[in-house]
């Protein structure tokens, strides 16, 4: 592969991390076609109480990544 199509790769791999966007917050009533009701543009919005403020998410994963790698630690120093 040259360095040209390399280059090329890398900036439309860059191109698309740049326009996705993930979901970090999660309802109970996730992934259910019946959430809310039947009028246009109610689908989509969330409902009030069942979501975390994306702060409130992030420091929980960050607890559970943290969590996960004391573990991980543990067992390690066990050996």
Known sequence: MNPKSE????????MLLACVQCQ???????????VGGA???????TQQGNC???NEML???????QS????FLDCKHRE
């Not at 009028?39 to 919005?45: D, I, W």
């Open 68 to 71: 996960q790698a004391q573990l």
């Open 7 to 14: 280059v090329l790769i890398a900036a439309v791999l860059f």
């Open 24 to 34: 970090l917050t999660f309802s109970p009533d996730w992934g259910k076609r019946s």
């Open 59 to 65: 420091l929980e994963i960050f607890r559970f990544v």
């Open 39 to 45: 009028g246009p543009g109610t689908f989509f919005e």
């Open 52 to 54: 975390k403020t994306s």
